[in-house]
């Protein structure tokens, strides 16, 4: 239950929020994106009043602020490992708390969107907007394939488990190196299968 809500985001609500069109959400975040990113690096009051005001429009969504929190909990990991390459500038103690604040409220603004608005009502705009279709067709595959490989990966999880009697730590590693090696194996087997069947169909890029 939680890998289905961490893929597909969206939270269900009557909120104005929700009602709001597609594209004035899409373009209110990139907005608020981009000025954070052009906020100075020692502007914490700026960074401050804008977390202030993501947390409140969470909570006047009326959306899942646990649930808000575990997603970006999930990718701050990431923001982190790229942060403390600043670490090794001289002065890299203010870029690291700089690059930290401004990456994580990008994340926020993004989840907080995704949390509000569907997805296909994204590949929408995006559509309206004239981006590539292939770059749109791409983000809808990826999109609905996540499931699929999750899908995949639950059975095959089952599957070693059901063939495992003795647990420790070696046999457990070992095994899930061996779930992602076949994982990315069939997963590289299923998208040449449907590329193939696509272009069967007609499908041009």
Not at 18 to 47: E, M, Q, S
Not at 65 to 82: A, D, F, M, N
């Amino acid at each position: 239950m939680i890998r289905e809500r961490l893929l597909s985001p969206y939270q269900h609500g009557a909120s104005v929020l929700h009602r709001l069109p597609p594209g004035l959400k899409l373009g209110a975040a990139l907005a608020c994106i981009l000025f954070i990113v052009l906020l100075p690096r020692n502007a914490w009051g700026l960074h401050l009043a804008i977390a202030s005001g993501l947390a409140a429009i969470a909570i006047a969504s009326r959306a899942s602020l646990p649930q808000l929190l575990l997603r970006l909990l999930l990718v701050e990991p990431i923001v982190i490992g790229i942060a403390l390459l600043a670490l090794l500038r001289p002065d890299g103690g203010l870029l690291f708390l700089s690059m930290i604040t401004k990456s994580t409220l990008s994340l926020a603004c993004m989840i907080l969107l995704t949390a509000t608005t569907r997805f296909s009502d994204i590949l929408g705009v995006l559509r309206r907007l004239h981006v590539p279709a292939l770059l749109i067709t791409s983000l809808a595959l990826t999109h609905r394939f996540m499931f699929v490989l999750v899908e995949e990966m639950q059975r095959m999880l089952r599957a070693r488990r059901s063939r495992t009697f003795v647990e420790d730590r070696a046999a457990t590693w070992s095994g899930s190196s061996q779930v992602a090696g076949r994982l990315f194996v069939r997963a590289s087997e299923r998208a040449e299968r449907v590329y193939l069947a696509m272009c069967a169909r007609g499908w041009e890029q």
